[in-house]
């Protein structure tokens, strides 16, 4: 014979269905004209008791408890087609955050229910990444994971976003080598002549990012008043090459140019008339200052390659084009600019941001601050 206890209204009640199965349920009220509830199992009576009361704070949360359950990847598959793709989100971070599910969240938690997911699944989740991915690249899985279930709890889908209680791998600082001066100058030595030089003479005098260089137009830039300004970026999607806004409102920034950068960018006028001289008809007038031989955007991709291949003439092997970036900022920070107007200049989003990447320039600035103090009391003279 089973058991049955009923708990007070509103609580919902627990019971044994028959030997070993017990069941709880809550009253979820009327819905379209019918009397609706919510049933749990449990093998005992404490696990019911805990599953109803899950029940009962999801319902006070707001969580739709009459929705058909989801899996983790029906939720991913939705979000991607149905939130992300019209929220503003840029091309380029949809084309990670497909990678991403595709990749690695469909395989490794796609058949889990969305509302059984739990912090310990997750957490096993990005431990069996390791030794597949670098931590960084978990770390950004684990990111596309926590944006999508922060998406499905604001539309109370789920109680909670579980990926916030489980913890990437760390990722430790590792101290990137900066360009010196002289291998500043060797690299621009081998450039010289080369197709891209302005480009990649460009990127070391302003900083600029790829993205923002493909996506530069002559109407953006300013030769007599010696400044550009960046207003739009070159991307790939899923449609292929695409002009997108920049990434943030610090990033559609104004540039001065120092006298390196114009003798570049008159150099790439030069270079780009002869090249549109003879392409002819085949010429597309789209205004990019640096464009194929025939005026299209060029491939990202071959604009690292050919770096690449200039890098290793110039016994750089290391060295990354956005390394030039790094560079720009680094000469910058030696030479005593205030840290805000580089992360002016670079188009950081928060001064932090700067300070965290460029942070290992401002010790040796420190010590000059150090110096300057046993100048001005005239401990110099003591020592």
């Known amino acids: 014979m089973t058991g049955r206890r009923r708990r007070a209204h509103g609580e919902g009640s627990v019971y044994e269905q028959r030997p070993g199965v017990w069941a709880a349920v809550i009253d979820l009220g009327w819905i379209d004209g019918k009397r609706k509830r919510k049933y749990v199992y449990a093998k005992s009576e404490a696990e019911a008791v805990r599953k109803r009361d899950e029940l009962r704070r999801q319902l006070q949360?707001?969580?739709?408890?009459?929705?058909?359950?989801?899996?983790?990847?029906?939720?991913?598959?939705?979000w991607l087609r149905d939130v992300k793709a019209h929220d503003g989100t840029r091309p380029s971070t949809l084309v990670r955050y497909r990678l991403a599910v595709t990749k690695h969240l469909v395989p490794g938690l796609g058949r889990v229910k969305l509302d059984r997911l739990t912090p310990r699944e997750v957490q096993r989740f990005l431990t069996g990444l390791r030794g597949k991915l670098a931590p960084a690249s978990i770390i950004k899985v684990h990111a596309v994971l926590r944006v999508a279930l922060a998406d499905a709890e604001r539309m109370d889908l789920v109680a909670r976003n579980v990926a916030k209680a489980a913890k990437p791998p760390a990722l430790g600082r590792v101290e990137r080598r900066a360009l010196t001066p002289?291998?500043?100058?060797?690299?621009?030595?081998?450039?010289?002549?080369?197709?891209?030089?302005?480009?990649?003479?460009?990127?070391?005098?302003?900083?600029?990012?790829?993205?923002?260089?493909?996506?530069?137009?002559?109407?953006?830039?300013?030769?007599?008043?010696?400044?550009?300004?960046?207003?739009?970026?070159?991307?790939?999607?899923?449609?292929?090459?695409?002009?997108?806004?920049?990434?943030?409102?610090r990033s559609s920034r104004p540039l001065p140019l120092s006298a390196l950068a114009v003798r570049a960018l008159e150099a790439q006028r030069v270079r780009q008339a002869k090249e549109r001289l003879a392409a002819g008809e085949l010429w597309s007038d789209l205004g990019l200052v640096f464009a194929s031989t025939i005026g299209t955007p060029m491939?990202?991709?071959?604009?690292?390659?050919?770096?690449?291949?200039?890098?290793?003439?110039?016994?750089?092997?290391?060295?990354?084009?956005?390394?030039?970036?790094?560079?720009?900022?680094?000469?910058?920070?030696?030479?005593?600019?205030?840290?805000?107007?580089?992360?002016?200049l670079l188009g950081h989003s928060t001064i932090r941001m700067t300070a965290d990447t460029y942070g290992h320039v401002l010790p040796a600035r420190a010590r000059q601050a150090a110096s300057a103090i046993d100048r001005v009391l005239g401990e110099e003279g003591m020592a």
Do not use: I, Y
Not at 64 to 78: F, G, K
């Open 61 to 78: 949360l707001g969580v739709d408890l009459t929705a058909q359950p989801r899996t983790v990847e029906a939720w991913l598959t939705e």
């Open 182 to 249: 002289e291998e500043a100058k060797q690299l621009l030595s081998v450039l010289t002549g080369d197709r891209l030089e302005s480009l990649f003479v460009l990127a070391l005098a302003t900083g600029l990012r790829r993205a923002e260089l493909l996506g530069l137009r002559w109407s953006d830039v300013d030769l007599p008043g010696k400044a550009l300004f960046v207003r739009q970026t070159v991307q790939r999607t899923d449609r292929g090459l695409e002009f997108v806004p920049p990434k943030t409102h």
């Open 299 to 344: 491939e990202p991709r071959n604009v690292n390659r050919r770096f690449e291949q200039l890098r290793a003439v110039a016994g750089l092997g290391w060295l990354h084009l956005h390394d030039l970036r790094h560079a720009f900022a680094t000469f910058l920070l030696d030479q005593g600019e205030e840290l805000r107007t580089v992360m002016e």
